[in-house]
Each structure stands twice: as C-alpha cells, then as structure tokens.
C-alpha cells in the first residue's frame, strides 16, 4: 500500500523539522504553522484518524497522550492546545492521524 505523507516523513523519505521520535511515534513542526510553536505528533501505524483506533490501539494511543506533554514541555510550552481533526469538514487535510500542538501565543475559545 501507497506510504501516506506522514509515514514518508516519519521514514525520512521527506524532509521535516523533526523535534522528536521514538519507536511509535514522531514529531515534526507543520509546514504552515499557525501559533508560533505548531507541532505534529504522528503515529508510526498509519491509522486515518482517530475514530479509526481500535482496542489493540490502547498502548498506543496512551503512548501519544504521554508524549504530548513531554513534547509541549521540550518546546517550552505550558499552556498550549492539542488538536485533533477528524474528517473534512473538521478540517482534516491530512489523513494520517495526527495530533496538533500549537502554543506560543493566546488562543481563542471556541475555534472557528
Ligand atoms: P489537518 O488539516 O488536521 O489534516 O493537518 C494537516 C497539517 O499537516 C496541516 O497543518 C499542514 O500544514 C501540515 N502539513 C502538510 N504537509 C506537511 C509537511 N510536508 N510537513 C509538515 N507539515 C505538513
């Protein structure tokens, strides 16, 4: 099956800023960020969103949560938002699943 853009990167087939990588997961800075500090954190396991996780994705989905704040505080960041698209009329571009950690500037509640 065709790599998604995101397994490219996380295999180094792409050039990405990349801020963190373990066995399950990576980080990388978005392309067009949209707070001063925009981060990606992405599976390894090309799931398409999040609605996509199964049970046998339970380590791997707390192994995500954990490392959003060990990547938020690498960064600097102690308030920050994490944001997850899902589908296209949520915004998602990108079907890979990924969590968005932006921070480094006031955001607006609700968002648009
Ligand atoms: P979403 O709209 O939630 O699917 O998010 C996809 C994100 O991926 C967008 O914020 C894009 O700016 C970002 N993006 C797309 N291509 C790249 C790339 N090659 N490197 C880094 N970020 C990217």
Known sequence: MEKTLFQKIADHEIPAAMVYED???????????????????????????????APEDAELMAHLMLTVGRVAREQGLS??????????????????????????RKLEWPPG
């Open 23 to 53: 066995e399950l997961c990576v980080a990388f800075r978005d392309v067009a960020p949209a707070a001063p500090v925009h981060i990606l954190l992405v599976p390894r396991k090309p799931l398409p969103d999040i609605a996509a996780a």
């Open 79 to 104: 308030s920050f938002r994490t944001v997850l698209n899902t589908g296209a009329d949520a915004g998602q571009t990108v079907p890979h699943l990924h969590i968005h950690i932006l921070g480094g």
